[in-house]
């Protein structure tokens, strides 16, 4: 269920700031229907998650458009004019450049980097917080940033480096497949990382956008000799902490 | 075992070797490519010696490939260099044979070959990947614990230098053997920061810890007394910022049905009876297992008899006289 302040929303009023089938109205309904309890403090914060979550989604998809290769850390590459590649194979970016343009660049120069599926997801993250603050404000509250998985991560989005169990595993969450029997040849494909998006469907880097069974497939195709256990979607998510990105972008 | 430290200690080096670890990777390349053109036979006798490091190896491929020396390499060469394309060539890239996804004892033994004189070394990226494939097989398929102190060092050294580490870390607790967090605790008790803060993470232990003596005192004591019921969660750092390493089963230690091996292996029950208890103890939350199985535990190693009488009784009295009497168990 759902409480702002306190109390449960008006749905009808909810429902007639978003059309049928949208990310957000999605996400209410999930929410409205499950047995946990999602509380907000005011609407304003409510809007400010749902608005996040549907630009999770839109750059899960924008960066499978974007021509970002796979790599595993040995192999991963950046483009020099804004990052600079960290001897453990991670990003940081440059000084003096605006983290905007930097992270708007592995979007638009896609050809240019390569890594793994861990640190798409920050990418993605941090996309949807540059759509949400737009660019000047994305400057100044994100003004160092470095993508290596969940490593050295910036306090406002740490939390999508510490997955729980949690009732539901909503859109725009970070999700896990996690493949226990994985060939010690390709540690890489030990699991996969996943935003979840509408309609049952998942992005993953190196995977695309497809279904769990499709990506339970590629995982279990690489499996050790005499494998017993498949891979498998984890009952655990983790999520930005959006309370605390709305009081940023409040402030 | 031979390690390439210990060629120099006894003067074994190869001579190819001695030139790269005297004077780099480009004049030992010079020497060979010198050789070859004056006499190829002598070329390939410098690299097929029995001392030969993998490091110099991997740093004279370039000439093996251009001089087309493949053919001529002896049996363990040959085999490495089947491994190393098999790892750094893109997928569907590779025909030849798959030597990592079978198991060997000519494959085995060309792996220790490479992690043995070659864990010092951090030549590029590439020699990284190729070296945490290698020990990654070596403790999966072959199941080789020895090589957990080497990799353990290996760990260190390159967090040391800020490079990657995680699928080495991955590949230590692949092993999900207790000599890893052994080793750990080793490393926690360090006077290096940088080691055992890295320890620390690795241990996910996230409180403040006041004297690592005694810390680590009772985590092996903790280790020790509850080894049939802990096992590796799998859990890495693609998965989580600070992955769990360990976790009891308490549903084990409840019914005291422990297996030390390291692995999760949900207990199933054995009769209708259990299988009612089992569920009932499912039911419970995380606070009331870890004080029922704790409680379980020490009442069976006071008395097996009175474990017997306790363990038959309803869930709520078990969980009643669990916490009324607690104290004087836990």
Known sequence: MILIGGNPPSMDSLYAQFPARSVERLVIDAMWDSEETYAYSSLEEFLFELRFRKETVNAARELNRSRLSFATFHNSKANPKYWDRTPNGGFRMKSGVKPSQAITDIFVNGRLYATECATAMPIVYYKAALNVFRAEKFDKTFDNLYLMNWQLFDRLMMAIGTPYKVKDILIGDRAYFRNPDVSPQTPELQGENVIVLPDGLYYGHGMGISDASRIIAVLNANRKRNATRSAYLMDSASRPDYKRLFRAYST | ?330
């Open chain 2, 1 to 330: 075992m031979f390690f390439c430290g210990e060629f120099m200690q006894n003067g074994d080096l190869s001579k190819l070797d001695q030139i790269r670890l005297n004077d780099g990777n480009d004049k030992c390349r010079k020497f060979l490519e010198h050789t070859f053109y004056r006499n190829g036979k002598e070329a390939v006798e410098l690299i097929n010696d029995d001392n030969l490091s993998f490091p110099t190896f991997y740093a004279l491929l370039p000439l093996i490939r251009v001089f087309g020396l493949a053919r001529y390499l002896d049996k363990k060469k040959s085999i490495a260099l089947d491994i190393i394309n098999q790892i750094i060539l893109p997928r569907g890239f590779y025909r030849g044979r798959e030597y990592l996804s079978m198991k060997d004892q000519s494959v085995y033994e060309t792996l220790l070959w490479m992690a043995n004189t070659g864990k010092e070394e951090d030549i590029d990226n590439q020699y990284e990947h190729v070296m945490d494939v290698a020990i990654s097989v070596l403790i999966d398929t072959y199941e080789d614990k020895d090589i957990l102190e080497a990799v353990d060092e290996m760990i260190f050294k390159r967090n040391a230098k800020g490079r990657y580490i995680n699928d080495l870390v991955w590949a230590f607790f692949n092993s999900k053997d207790p000599k890893t967090i052994k080793l750990l605790l080793k490393r926690l008790r360090s006077d290096n920061p940088n080691e055992s803060q890295l320890a620390q993470k690795l241990l996910n232990i996230e409180e403040d810890i006041v004297s690592k003596e005694n810390f680590c005192a009772e985590y092996s004591q903790w280790l020790e007394e509850n080894g049939e019921f802990i096992y590796f969660t799998e859990e890495s750092n693609q998965y989580a910022s600070n992955p769990v390493l360990l976790k009891e089963d308490l549903a084990r230690k409840y019914f005291n049905k422990g297996v030390k091996d390291y692995r999760h292996q949900p207990y199933v029950p054995l009769s209708a009876q259990e299988a009612e208890c089992l569920a009932a103890f499912n039911a419970l939350n995380d606070d009331d297992k870890a004080i029922l199985s704790e409680y379980s535990k020490k009442k069976r190693d006071k008395s097996q008899a009175e474990w017997k009488d306790w363990i038959n009784k309803p869930i709520e009295e078990q969980i009643k006289e669990a916490l009324g009497r607690g104290e004087e168990y836990i």
